[in-house]
């Protein structure tokens, strides 16, 4: 039994730890690893008897395809590895995402008709078909883009944020719903107050967008200090998960906005509130899905791609978002026709 | 090299089908006076139902007259059921089933552009002389 430690390249994520980890113990000639996240060294314990180089080339030969180089000198590393051959692969899938959930708008499928008496049923209904809507561009890209950033960060096992998003979420929609209820018909969410929102949310969307996509290199692009720490706030406060999850209610979404109004003209607390309930809860299992599956895939070997084709999806619904806002705030006449 | 070439034929190609899908529909404007536009008592009304976009996407009326935009929803609850028109500044949520009217003042000549409240949906009224 020998015992090797070799460079490693191309890890960027907390996760790689442990794929790398996995890949290399799935080797015969591979007994114990090691990964250095910090020192970027992997420690081998092997029966192979071949030259350390050579074990260094079988072992990369392994790796590469999820983007990490091992060698026996630091100076034979690449400095990015593997990484353009997963951007060409992720390149076409996240835009295969994109394309399909536009032929899914344009097909009006999504215009379905509910009649004018709204139970909490029919608003669930309702919710559901929301989830699968232009919505899902901007609710929808700002859990992915979120999830995926805490997934990637933190090792893919912190599950508490996304947990308490979906519960600030719910709640929240649940309480607001009643205050309109009680309100009455004379209050409204501000269109503009929206507008505003679903602008920041894009903005937000774009630049964890080209962070996830990895493309340029950490000196280059870094996300400003102040938004990095809103983040790691977000990653690890109680509070700013659930703050995400009540602004959400805000954002620019007609299904919301629709419901909004028949909680308004609904007449008391109770109804109101069951009308906004229903609706979030009838939104959950898409938006569960996109946050939950984020912290499934970064802890499996697709990791890298998975994050890139999420950061393709992510920048090109933060660019129709950004398109559509200053379509509505009238700066440039209407583009996309659904 | 060959990975590059693929992956950009295929983003291409799933592009075109997009666009070929999108510009699917054909929309011409109908003829003026046996469509939405209709005056009564000294008052255009211009008729639009809103469910999934909006019907008609064009419509052409006469400038100079008062005016409203009159909304037919039925179980609406998309986009549509939010109409912004920029430049009047007009934000309006739609109850989801009813009529809602828009007044509209005295239009000018020109195209009146709006949409829904995501942008999404978009139409358009031409007054004309």
Known sequence: MKKYTFHVSGTHCASCKILIEDILKEQDFVKDVQVNLKKEIVEIETDSDQNPEDLAQILTSKTIANGYAISVDKKDLPAVVGDDNVFWKALPLGLAFVVLFFLLQKSGILNLSFGSSITPTTSFLIGIIASFSSCLAVVGGLILSLSAKIAKDDDGKNKKPLILFHMGRLVSFAVLGGLLGILGKEIGVSFIFSTILGLLASVVMLLLGINLLGIFKKNIFTLPSNLFSFFRKIEHATLAPIVVGIGTFFLPCGFTQAMQITALSSGSFISGMFIMFSFALGTLPVLALLSFSSVSFAHSKYAPLFFKSAGVVVIVLALFNLINSLVVLGLIPPIFNF | ?129
């Open chain 2, 1 to 129: 090299m060959k990975n590059i070439s693929i992956s950009i034929l295929v983003a291409l190609v799933l592009i075109a089908v997009a666009f070929l899908i999108a510009k699917g529909g054909d929309r011409t404007p109908l003829p003026n006076g046996e469509n939405n536009v209709s005056v009564v008592e000294e008052r255009q009304i211009i008729d639009l139902t809103a469910v999934g976009g909006y019907s008609p996407e064009k419509s052409i009326a006469k400038a100079g007259i008062p005016t409203v935009l009159r909304f037919t929803t039925n179980g609406t609850f998309d986009c549509s059921s939010s109409v912004r028109i920029p430049s009047m500044n007009v934000s309006k949520n739609l109850a989801p089933a009813g009529i809602t009217e828009i007044d509209l003042g005295i239009p000018k000549v020109g195209i009146l552009q709006g949409s829904c409240g995501m942008g999404m949906y978009p139409f358009e009224i031409d007054f004309q002389n």
